[in-house]
């Protein structure tokens, strides 16, 4: 079975500073990592994947992450915050096996203080 | 201009009505999804569809039910069986076959019960 737990509902930084959400998950089969946006009212946009070869991946709007199977870990980071970053992050996980449904994590949501 | 369509973007039901949320895709993708969002509790699948005319239950498929009679269409009807149904509904479609993991999202509807 697969599931997600992303540590801490509400993140606040600086504008400027660095932006750290973490997620970590469970899987009994290599798994396929996925981290996504969320703005107010709208539909999920990917970020970024992982799903085999160079653990540490890069997305869009500046934001990586590195997957660490020995830690069950894939946060996300972005090394300078900006307004525009605030939003809802959502971090999934698929097994590599199988059915090729997503198991959510509850979702983090970044303020950004300006 | 390729995507994900929902309508309507807010819909008001009074208890007892059913109603019937709609999903169009022109990606030609073979996948497609409903999930749930309440706040705090991330997206929790509904039910979805791997090919046209055939669909499966998710984690939370009591009181909605679905069809899949065109590749392009996946509607959500919201039953009177549903006892909690105010919530915020995303659609997602995945292109079929190996190697194609990521779900892209529409705009969402959001569903209150009056």
């Known amino acids: 079975a697969q599931s997600v737990t992303q540590l801490g509902s509400h993140v606040s930084v600086s504008e400027g500073a660095l932006v750290l959400l973490r997620c970590n998950y469970s899987s009994s089969v290599p798994p396929y990592l996925f981290w996504y946006v969320q703005y107010p009212n709208q539909g999920l946009q990917l970020l970024l994947k992982?799903?085999?070869?160079?653990?540490l991946v890069k997305g869009i709007n500046g934001f990586e992450a590195e997957f660490k199977k020995s830690e069950t870990s894939f946060h996300l980071t972005k090394p300078s915050a900006h307004m525009s970053d605030a939003a809802e992050y959502f971090c999934?996980?698929?097994?590599?096996?199988?059915?090729?449904?997503?198991?959510f994590g509850t979702g983090t949501r970044l303020t950004v203080i300006p | 201009d390729g995507g994900i369509t929902q309508s309507p973007k807010y819909l008001f039901r009074k208890e007892g009505q059913n109603v019937t949320l709609s999903c169009e895709q022109n990606?030609?993708?073979?996948?497609m999804y409903w999930y749930r969002q309440d706040p705090g509790q991330g997206l929790r699948l509904i039910y979805y569809?791997?090919?046209?005319?055939?669909?499966q239950k998710g984690d939370i498929a009591e009181g909605y039910s679905v069809s899949r009679e065109k590749k392009e269409s996946f509607p959500l009807t919201v039953t009177s069986a549903q006892k909690n149904p105010t919530a915020f509904y995303l659609c997602?479609?995945?292109?079929?076959?190996?190697?194609?993991?990521?779900?892209?999202f529409g705009p969402g509807t959001r569903l209150t019960v009056l």
């Open positions: 997602a479609s995945r292109a079929g076959g190996a190697g194609t993991d990521t779900q892209y």
């Open positions: 999934a996980v698929k097994s590599s096996a199988g059915a090729n449904n997503l198991f």
């Open positions: 569809s791997q090919i046209v005319n055939d669909f």
């Open positions: 992982y799903t085999t070869g160079a653990t």
């Open positions: 990606l030609n993708h073979d996948a």
